[in-house]
Every structure is written in C-alpha cells, then in structure tokens.
C-alpha cells in the first residue's frame, strides 16, 4: 500500500471521528490513530488480530490495575465491543473473601442502570399505543391519585419532584412501602430532580395499563426477543454464584434499600442483575433499531436541557432523563469528549456503568459493595463518612411463583469513597480511546482485506493476573 493511500485512509477515519465527536482536537484523535499505526505496522507487523487487540487493551487495564490497587475494590468486568470486536478484560475476585475469583460471565447488580430497561419498556409501549407520552398518570393507574396533572413526559425526563408520607425503606412491610408509593405527592412538575421515584412509579403504571407484571413484560420485551443470557431480576439459584455488586449476593438481593422494600426486591429503578456481555446486546440493540423506534432512540442522547427548582441548569442528560449526553458539558457527566454526540451513558451507584456508541457499547462493573458490612463500616470511619452502611430488613427473596422470605439486607453506599473524579472518569476516557482504536483497526483489516476475510471477527476475554 502507498503512503499517499494510507495518509488518506487515515485522514478520512480521522474526520469522520471529528465530525461525530465535534468537542474532540483533531490531534487527539489523530494520535489514537497512529498509535494503531505503530502497532500494526511497526511494533508488531507479524501480529494477528488478537495480539493487536490485546496491545491495545494494556492503557485500560493500567487505569483499571490502578483503581483496583488504590480503592476497595474487590474486582472488576469490563467489555468493549466496536463493531466485530470484542475487547473484555476482568480481574479480581467476586466479593471481598476472595473465595470467587471474578469469571467472564459474572453478573453485576447495575443499581440505578435499571432504570435504562424501564425506560426502554415505556418507549416499547409508547411505539406500540400502549400510551402516550402526554398521558396523565392518574389516569393510567387510579391509585396515583395524589399527582395532580403529572405526565409520562414529565416522569421520562425526570422533570418532577416527588414527596412520600414516609420513607419507601423505612416501611415496616412490602405493602407498607407500596402504599407509600401510591401516596406520593408531586412538585415543581417541569424542572429537573433526578430520583428514584419516576422509574418506580412508571413500573407500577406499566404493570396496571398493560395487566403484566414488571418482570415478564421485561423478560418478553427484553430479554427473550434479545436472547439474553445473564439477565434477572429472580436470580436461578445456579446462578447465585456468579453475582457479584452487592453485599446481598448469597440471597440474591441488591444493594439497594427501595428496591428491597418490595416483596419482589425490585422496582423500576433498581434490582436487576446483569452481565457485561448482555448489557453491550442490550444496547446494541436500542442502537440498531431492535428495540425502540428512531424517534425514541433519539431521545436516549439529545440533552433535555432542564433547570432544577433552584434555577441551575442541568443539561448534560438526555430527555430520557436517565442517560447522560455527549453533545454537551462532559466535566459533571459519565461521558467524554470522545464518545460520539449521538452516544450515551447511564450509571450505577453500585459503581457499574455503561455506555452506547453508533456502532457498539460498553460496559464497565467495579464492585465496591459486594465488601462485607465490617469492611464497609471501617472505610466509612476511616474517611470520616457517615450513614454510608445501613441494615434493612425487609421481604427481598424468592421466586415468581413461590413464598418470598424477610431477609435482613445490608446496603452500602460506596459512591463517597470511589470518587467518580478518580475513578470511573479515567475509566470512560481510556474506553472511548479504546474504542476509537479499535473502530480504526477494524477499517484498516476490512480496507486491506485482512487475511482474506470480509468483516474479520476479533473476540478477545483478558483475565488479568
């Protein structure tokens, strides 16, 4: 192949990466580029694609080594996939016995990441005439009746405040807490309040319009049209092994005190158990249309814009509410410069999170909560914290069909000591690099016809030392 070919090869890959991540320098993106270059061409002309890939890898593992080293993080599942590559790396242990170490296919509980599902099944209904967005709630499900004119736009772009007489995790029962929920009152409909609150109302409205529990309109909608493997909400009893995130696992509840104050230990803003290689079908799947129309697809990354109550603008999420946007500020948001304007993010407090491109998507589990109570409680005396752990008992297990059983669940926030700053940002860089690494790689092997195959397919799974 020519320089003059290849100069224009790289210079057209470059501009195109310019144009969907408009906030990036050329420079940057022309470095990345040549940093493949180097690779393939100088360091390890002889590669196959697998070692290149891994090459590739080594900056993002460092970040990852250096989180692992540095926090209380038992061990980490992290999968980017770029078109017909698959870059997974994970390392570590399942919870802080280090009895388990971390396997390919563990399955993380993705905390506020629910709330992606959920959104997904009202747009999933919405496409369908189910509802609408300019529905009233009470008038979907009449035992909302304290919600005055509040819409399903208004609950999907997190455009409300809610107030309930008494907290959903201080309930004394599952019906308690349900009841609680049915009693909220609303606020300052209009202006931005991210919460819990909207995904959980939106489930119950759902489940009444419809006349389908939560966890089948998830399992029809979702998880069977996608053949999803290590998605649940009632985790099989042979799959208790595999859940990492939460200091729960052994019952196969989530660290999360309003998800397990439902008899079901879940709500439409939390409980779901995932792993890394269904969270990437997942999106990829909103991506290509498999799931949600253009129109709703587009809500997922275009900024809604909204000022809180207070008059501060928060413009780095989407209209979807729950996902935060590229397009915009990217300082206050799990995105990057790098990630394309019509890519996404959502996040978890379980420190997991994920993100969306044109043409793949990633997913990165940390589980910091999956330490025991002790551990916890020393980190939080340590740094000086406080309520960081708390004691929940509540009705949390069970199956579909069976008796549920009142466990004593422990919940633990470690957000305040895994700096997002410190933490998941450098994460989101290194991935978004990664990714445009890969994406050039791949062009290069499909543009010169890589050993003879059309749409070369490169899976690779790193299990760290």
Not at 379 to 406: A, C, F, Y
Request: proline share 5%.
């Amino acid at each position: 192949m020519s320089k003059t070919i290849l100069d224009k090869f790289t210079d057209d890959f470059i501009k195109e990466r310019k144009d969907e991540c408009p906030q990036a320098t050329t420079e940057e993106i022309r470095q990345l580029a040549l940093n493949v270059l180097e690779l393939v061409m100088v360091k390890k002309p002889d590669g196959t694609p697998e070692e290149w890939v891994r090459e590739l890898m080594k900056p993002t593992i460092d970040i990852l080594e250096g989180i692992r080293s540095n926090y209380p993080v038992p061990g980490y599942n992290v999968l980017l996939n770029v078109g017909n590559i698959d870059a997974g790396m994970y390392a570590g242990y399942m919870d802080f016995t280090k009895n388990r170490p971390m396997v390919k296919d563990g399955i993380f509980d993705i905390a506020s990441m629910t709330k992606s599902p959920t959104q997904t099944l009202s747009d999933i209904l919405i496409d369908n005439n189910v509802f609408n967005l300019n529905h009233k709630i009470r008038e979907l499900h009449p035992k909302f009746i304290n919600v005055q004119d509040l819409t399903v736009d208004d609950i999907k772009r997190f455009a409300v405040s809610f107030q309930t007489p008494g907290r959903i995790d201080g309930a004394e029962t599952s019906d308690e807490a349900l009841d609680r929920l049915y009693r909220e009152e609303v606020s300052n409909i209009g202006y931005y309040d991210y919460n819990d609150m909207g995904m959980m109302t939106m489930k119950e409205v759902m489940e009444y319009i419809t006349n389908m529990p939560y966890e089948k309109l998830v399992n029809e909608l979702i998880v069977k049209p996608l053949g999803l493997k290590n998605t649940h909400l009632f985790v099989p009893e042979n799959k208790i092994a595999l859940l990492t995130g939460s200091p729960n696992w052994q019952i196969g509840a989530v660290n999360d005190g309003n998800a397990n104050a439902f008899k079901k230990g879940f709500s439409g803003h939390a409980g779901l158990w995932m792993s890394p290689q269904d969270w990437v079908t997942y999106m990829n799947a909103i991506t290509k249309g498999e799931l949600i129309s253009e129109e709703a697809l587009a809500r997922t990354y275009t900024s809604g814009r909204l000022a809180d109550a207070k008059g501060v603008l928060w413009d780095f999420r989407s209209l979807e509410g729950n996902y935060y946007t590229s397009d915009v500020s990217t300082d206050t948001s799990f995105t990057d410069v790098l990630v394309p304007k019509t890519g996404a993010s959502a996040q978890g407090s379980t420190r997991c999170f994920g993100l969306r491109f044109p043409e793949g998507a990633a997913f990165a589990g940390l589980n910091p909560s999956s330490i025991s109570k002790e551990e916890a409680l020393r980190i939080q005396e340590e740094k000086n914290l406080k309520d960081q752990v708390k004691d929940i008992n509540m009705i949390t297990s069970g199956s579909v069909d069976g008796p549920h059983t009142s466990r004593f669940t422990t919940c633990i926030d470690s957000r305040r000591w895994m700096p997002v700053g410190r933490t998941q940002k450098p994460i989101v860089r290194s991935l978004a690099e990664l990714r445009i690494k890969l994406l050039f790689l791949e062009k290069y092997m499909n543009e010169y016809n890589y050993a003879n195959e059309k749409d070369l397919a490169v899976k690779v799974y790193t299990k760290v030392a």
